[in-house]
């Protein structure tokens, strides 16, 4: 759905973290989705459609991720949309998603279709005892602000100020849910079983950088001994390039440490933060400096030019300096 980190969608394509994702979203944590029963998909899906002069036009859609699901005789599309930034037609995008991920199913039973058809089937390009695939789409939602867009298509409308015949319409209205997933703010982290437990903990702590170190040092076992993949996760979960540099493209361990890379980050941003101060201290004291120097020459009887000369400043610059002092 696009203003997403493709390393966030390179971690959630693990298997197991994608299950366990599933998992604690529809099932409450119970291993219903196991990671062996998951099989990738392709990730782009077009159809063809006539335009108002009758050409067709080939129209793509490309997924973040989608895998297949399979479970004995059930068969299911599952799949996750990336969000960092809130999208105010959510709804609609993952009907257009979704349904466009059906046609696609029904153009490839068409073309299996038997010689033999009813003239219904034949309209219909669907047989009477086809059935669809289905999909679940999740929004993995991972921005700083709280989800303040539409949760249905419902919420898109304006039915107008008279309640009784907007519920009338919306009898009428096809509907269409989106599952959103607010990692930040997430209740029952115990539901999740793999490492999104501890990742999506973190999170809930991330604008706090004092909170953030103490619940890493906390977890410190896992936080030192980081897969490249997740540490790059990390690095766009906690929108830091500066975390995604630290030491990867040098470190040539297969582990990597973001409690020592957090301790970086936090000491330059100290270091930097000491000397923005000694700046700032040498600059107000030259500009004290400036003021009585100015005053006493004026007190001496010297013109603003004279004075200007002596402290290198404009005019119009020292006349503004005497203007507070005095």
Request: glycine fraction near 4%.
């Amino acid at each position: 759905m696009g203003q997403a980190d493709v390393n966030v969608n390179l971690w959630l394509k693990d298997t197991k973290r994608f299950a366990d994702l599933f998992n604690a979203i529809l099932f409450q944590g119970k291993a219903v989705i196991l990671p062996e029963n998951l099989y990738p998909s392709p990730e782009t899906t077009a159809v063809s459609l006539q335009d108002t002069q009758g050409k067709n036009v080939v129209k793509k859609q490309y997924r973040d991720i989608i895998m297949n699901w399979q479970d004995q005789a059930l068969l299911m599309l599952l799949a996750v949309e990336s969000q960092t930034a809130i999208h105010y037609a959510a709804p609609l995008k993952v009907m257009l998603y979704d349904s466009m991920e059906y046609a696609e199913q029904v153009r490839v039973k068409w073309k299996e279709r038997p010689p033999r058809l009813s003239s219904a089937e034949f309209l219909s390009r669907f047989q009477k005892n086809d059935k669809l695939i289905p999909v679940i789409t999740l929004i993995f939602y991972y921005g700083t602000e709280e989800w303040d867009g539409p949760l249905e298509l419902h919420q898109m409308f304006d039915l107008g100020t008279e309640k009784k015949h907007a519920e009338l319409m919306k009898k009428y209205l096809p509907n269409y849910h989106i599952n959103l997933v607010d990692v930040r703010r997430l209740k029952n982290l115990e539901s999740f079983q793999s490492d999104l437990q501890i990742i999506f903990g973190m999170l809930q702590y991330s604008q706090d950088k004092y909170a953030l170190r103490t619940y890493v040092a906390n977890h410190k076992d896992y936080f030192q001994k980081l897969d490249l993949e997740t540490y790059h996760a990390l690095g766009a979960f906690l929108n830091s390039r500066q975390l995604m540099e630290i030491n990867v493209e040098k470190n040539e361990r297969e582990e990597l440490d973001m409690c020592k890379a957090l301790e970086d980050i936090y000491n330059d941003g100290v270091q930097d933060g000491m000397e923005q101060g000694r700046r700032s201290g040498i600059a107000e004291g030259e500009a004290s400096h400036k003021k009585e120097v100015a005053f006493q020459m004026q007190k001496l009887g010297y013109s603003l030019d004279a004075i200007a000369a002596v402290l290198r400043e404009s005019v119009d610059g020292i006349s503004q300096i005497l203007a507070v002092v005095g």
